[in-house]
């Protein structure tokens, strides 16, 4: 059975973390090179015994991890084709692993959500591409509103034994992600702003300049304007919380789109 909670007992070989920027929700039906790269993904990780997904899409008083057995594909978005609509990513959840993610968190109290929840574009559009099949449990972990970035940090040190049991961790946002400065008649224009934070985050994360990140509000006109809401931001900072002092990190999906939009991503491990 899917949601036995001994499959994630035994110790396995480290997972890597992955952020996602997951840009446009018609990369989910798309055949580009972001979609492709994504295809890809899966051809460097070991089969995950589940997914544990922090998107940029679900935000909460509180946090919450979804602990349904069937979480619903939802279409968080509007103003798009049919066929985009009509998109199902029936991967099952786990109800036993997130009972066990929410006795390991001790810095904060984390909620079972049941019913109010499910998989967002954040989670499926990118899934869909790395795993195709949804044979693999997936869950989501909140992003709690009340939490200060440093909190949102540190809260993901505690997830680290996930990675030992087989469970890959996955941010999915954009660095850079400014809807209101979206240039809609160029895919490939970029704007100064946009490429020196984008360029500036990826020094820091090479560097392992966490707290910089971490304090994105203090960085200059630049930050401020590819960050203007914290969301699509925050899961990068999960994804670095979890980075060990041995890890290595690669770049991939690296280009901005559209002026104000970041496509970036990261594997770590």
Request: aromatic residues 8%; negative net charge.
């Amino acid at each position: 059975m899917l949601n036995n909670l001994s499959k994630y007992g035994e110790n396995t070989e480290r997972m890597p973390v992955v952020f996602v920027g997951h840009g446009s929700p018609m990369n989910a039906i798309e055949d580009n090179e972001f979609s492709r790269s994504w295809q890809k993904l899966s051809q460097n990780i070991l089969q995950p015994k589940a997914i544990l997904c922090v998107s940029a899409h679900w935000e909460t008083y509180g946090t919450s991890v979804t602990a349904m057995e069937h979480p619903s594909t939802i279409h968080d978005f509007g103003g798009f084709p049919r066929e985009l609509y009509n998109v199902q990513y029936p991967a099952e959840g786990s109800p036993a692993l997130a009972s066990d993610l929410i006795k390991n968190v001790k810095s904060h109290i984390v909620q079972a959500d049941l019913n109010d929840w499910g998989l967002d574009h954040g989670t499926w559009s990118v899934l869909r591409h790395i795993y195709p099949d949804a044979n693999i449990p997936v869950l989501q972990l909140s992003l709690n509103r009340n939490l200060k970035p440093s909190e949102h940090y540190s809260l993901a040190s505690e997830l680290h034994a996930l990675r030992h049991k087989g469970i890959l961790i996955m941010g999915s946002g954009n660095m850079v992600h400014n809807l209101r400065l979206v240039d809609w008649r160029n895919q490939d224009n970029a704007y100064t702003w946009a490429a020196e934070a984008n360029e500036t985050m990826k020094n820091h994360i090479l560097s392992g300049n966490h707290k910089a990140l971490i304090n994105f509000d203090t960085q200059g006109e630049a930050f401020r304007l590819s960050i203007p809401t914290a969301e699509h931001f925050l899961p990068l900072l999960y994804v670095l919380g979890l980075q060990q002092k041995d890890e290595q990190l690669t770049f991939f999906n690296d280009k901005l789109q559209m002026g104000s939009l970041s496509m970036t991503g990261l594997i770590i491990g």
